[in-house]
C-alpha cells in the first residue's frame, strides 16, 4: 500500500511545519549553506546506501514503495534522509537560540 511513500510524505509535512511555524526556525531553504549541506548529505547518503544494498545488508519491499530506484535504492529513501537531516538542523537551531 505504499506506506514507505505516504510515511515520506507526512514526514516532510511535520518537518516544514515544525520549520516554519511551530518552533520558526526558517531554515529550510535555499540559502547556499543550506544547499551545500543537503547535496553533501546526498552524495553520502546514495553511496553508502546504494553500497549496503548492493551488499545485501538492507533491502526494500518494492510494494511498499513507487518504484523509482536511484541507482538502487528508493527514490523515498533519499527524502527520508534529507528530512532526518533537515529534522535535526531544525532542532539544533531551535535549541542553540539565546
Not at 540559502?31 to 547535496?39: E, K, Q, W
Not at 547518503?45 to 518494492?62: A, K, M, P
Not at 541507482?71 to 529513501?77: A, K, Q, R, T, W
Amino acid at each position: 500500500m505504499m506506506e514507505y511513500t505516504i510515511s515520506t510524505i507526512i514526514g516532510f509535512v511535520i518537518v516544514l511545519f515544525l520549520d516554519r511555524i511551530l518552533l520558526r526556525t526558517k531554515i529550510i531553504g535555499f540559502s547556499p549553506r543550506m544547499v551545500y549541506t543537503t547535496v553533501v548529505f546526498i552524495v553520502f547518503q546514495l553511496f553508502f546506501d546504494n553500497y549496503f544494498t548492493q551488499q545485501g545488508l538492507w533491502s526494500f519491499n518494492s510494494a511498499e514503495t513507487l518504484g523509482v530506484l536511484v541507482p538502487f535504492v528508493p527514490i523515498e529513501n533519499i527524502f527520508f534522509g534529507i528530512e532526518m537531516l533537515w529534522f535535526a538542523l531544525i532542532l539544533f537551531s531551535f535549541f542553540s537560540r539565546e
